[in-house]
């Protein structure tokens, strides 16, 4: 079967590219779904901008960083408080919102006088606070605002600051993808080797591509304490801006999420030698192996076998008294790319459950070679996909519970499908090895929620009628 | 070469190893030469040069490689040298050839990350 034009798709016959359902005896030399390409005309995409991969995604997790938004005020409100990514200092990254509040005197007189304005009335406003990441966004951009300019100009007046500038409109690119990769970039080349970090452990790190959704970043750093690592910078998972100036200094780079920060982990490698060890954090099979790699890699194996069996004597049974009720449970996940390759193993082989389809908001081609490479046959593989989409498969593979964002999961509880947070997390975290019991007890309380049969039933009677008319 | 046990060694790295998918062609060739010569020294005996970190990280990969394969597959273990090689020789043939000389995926030649 190659790949797959939906009948909601017939006027949009390009689609075809995107969706894909595998077979016995195929592989990715086959076929492989077009990603990270421009959305089709005619296709109502999922996708965020590009400003919110770099903001929303990897710079507004920082947890002692002013995050000014030079743009309208709904460029700031649209990425902050969406994401769940608490910190360990009272979570300063989630009570507090910048931003330039442009208007339309100062897209025609040009917003770089307003921008300076701000950045010194936030520092003067947060006197602890002395770090700081500006971005551009699409009007402030298309106008020229050259805010490096004005950045040099606020650490020139008070040299006890740092700032970091992201020129990221949300048209630079065709997805979030396209701000992960120039947040990484940028960062790599101007503020990675500006601060040497404390060494304190023979066995250092960097943990790339964590974002302490839900507190994953603070679980798994349990782990990395009692095996006696030092985790250099998180990126960006409750860090602080200048953790992440000394990544140069660790000596493996550990990374959960390739997508949004493959980038950087590969630039550490190119310019400091750093090796990139790339594991999976959700799952019990795939965290034991990434805690013993890591633990091969520093000679330290013994320390690792002694977490590993910590850990499963006291959660391996909670897994599987899940396992016993979810066993051939239909999993849809639709997020934003990694995701995808991360869970549709661990899940099936950690708790049974089956995996119908998945769907990519983001995703490159190299996700999808994961993905495909992982998943099971009969099984849909959809880049970019839009609700009419959704409908359809819904109707072909028939999940019993789907993990993807608030938006469709409220489409999707209106054909009384549960629907997991598998953005945010309904009750994470999900990482690690207690993590993985909290995703299979979300998945178990939704699936066998009783709510969900009576929600079905129409106890309006007459009144329905009514409500009808009255709607007319 | 017997094709049912290469077939086993290949569906099995395919569906569990990140390492065969980096960003970019060299670092797929770097990774798939890397972790499964290891993994072939540690099969047939040799000691693992563990002289870089590049090298310790190839071989925590090929470590796990190695204990999986031989969980999954006990006929691994009763393996010959010459055997052993044959079948990672043929491994790393296929794999090359899903993962780059055939591979769809078009940025795998982009000459930046």
């Known amino acids: ?472 | 070469m017997n094709s049912e046990k290469l077939d086993q060694l290949y569906t099995y790295v395919q569906e569990r190893c990140l390492w065969q998918f980096g960003s970019r062609t060299w670092d797929r060739q770097e990774s798939i030469d890397g972790v499964l010569g290891t993994a072939s020294d540690l099969l047939t005996g040799k000691p693992p040069t563990l002289e870089t970190p590049q090298q310790r990280l190839f071989y925590a990969d090929a470590k796990a490689l190695v204990a999986d394969f031989k969980a999954r597959f006990p006929w691994i273990s009763d393996a010959g040298p010459a055997q052993v090689r044959e079948l990672i020789d043929g491994l790393k043939a296929k794999l090359v050839d899903i993962t780059i000389t055939n591979s769809r995926n078009g940025e795998l030649n982009h000459s930046l990350y």
């Not at chain 1, 743009?71 to 700031?76: E, F, K, L, Q, T």
């Not at chain 1, 902050?80 to 910048?98: A, C, I, M, S």
């Not at chain 1, 099936?348 to 459950?353: A, I, R, Y």
Request: hydrophobic share 35%; glycine share 10%; with cysteine.
């Open chain 1, 1 to 472: 079967m190659p790949m797959v034009l939906l009948e909601c798709d017939k006027d949009i016959p390009e689609r075809e590219r995107h969706i894909y359902l595998k077979v016995d005896g195929e592989d990715t030399r086959d076929f492989l779904p077009i990603s990270n390409a421009p959305t089709i005309p005619g296709t109502l995409s999922e996708r965020g901008c590009s400003f919110c991969g770099a903001k929303l995604v990897i710079g507004g997790v920082l947890k002692d960083t002013i995050q000014m938004i030079h743009g309208p005020i709904g460029c700031a409100y649209d990425t902050w408080h969406t994401k769940r990514y608490p910190t360990d200092n009272g979570h300063f990254n989630l009570k507090y919102v910048w931003s330039t509040d442009m208007k339309e005197s100062h897209i025609v007189f040009g917003g770089e006088k307003r921008l300076e304005k701000s950045m010194h009335e936030a520092f003067d406003e947060m006197p602890d606070i002395k770090r700081m990441i500006v971005y551009t966004t699409c009007p402030t951009a298309l106008i020229g605002d050259d805010i490096r300019a004005v950045a040099k100009r606020v650490m020139a007046d008070r040299p006890d600051v740092d700032i970091f500038t992201c020129e990221c409109p949300g048209f630079a690119g065709v997805s979030q993808s396209k701000g992960h990769h120039v947040l990484n970039i940028g960062w790599v080349n101007e503020k990675v080797g500006t601060v040497e970090p404390e060494i304190t452990s023979k066995y250092t790190i960097n943990f790339i591509g964590d974002y302490n959704i839900g507190g994953d970043t603070q679980l798994l750093q349990k782990y990395w304490d009692k095996l006696g690592i030092q985790v250099i910078a998180h990126f960006t998972g409750n860090a602080n801006y200048d953790d992440l100036r000394g990544m140069h200094r660790a000596q493996l780079n550990v990374v959960n999420c390739a997508r949004s920060a493959g980038y950087i982990a590969n630039e550490l490698k190119k310019r400091y030698g750093i090796p990139r060890l790339d594991i999976d954090s959700w799952g019990f099979n795939y965290m034991a192996e990434g805690i013993r790699k890591v633990c091969t890699f520093f000679g330290i194996e013994e320390k690792g076998e002694a977490l590993i069996a910590e850990e499963y004597a006291k959660w391996k049974p909670q897994l599987d008294w899940y396992k016993e009720r979810l066993k051939g449970t239909k999993m849809a996940i639709w997020t934003g790319g990694p995701r995808l390759w991360h869970w549709t193993k661990s899940v099936e082989d950690d708790l049974g459950v089956q995996v119908v389809a998945m769907s990519s908001k983001f995703g490159h081609q190299e996700d999808f070679e994961k993905v495909i490479a992982r998943g099971q046959s009969g099984t849909y593989y959809i880049d970019d996909g839009n609700e009419l989409e959704f409908f359809e498969i819904i109707g072909l593979v028939k999940p019993d519970v789907i993990f993807t964002g608030p938006r469709v999961g409220e489409l999707v509880k209106k054909l009384h499908i549960p629907y997991i947070n598998g953005h945010a997390y309904h009750n994470g975290p999900y990482m690690g090895f207690e993590g993985f019991v909290n995703l299979a007890r979300d998945m178990y309380n939704a699936v066998h929620n009783p709510l969900l049969s009576l929600a079905a039933i129409d106890i309006r009677g007459g009144a329905a009628a009514t409500s009808q008319e009255a709607a007319e």
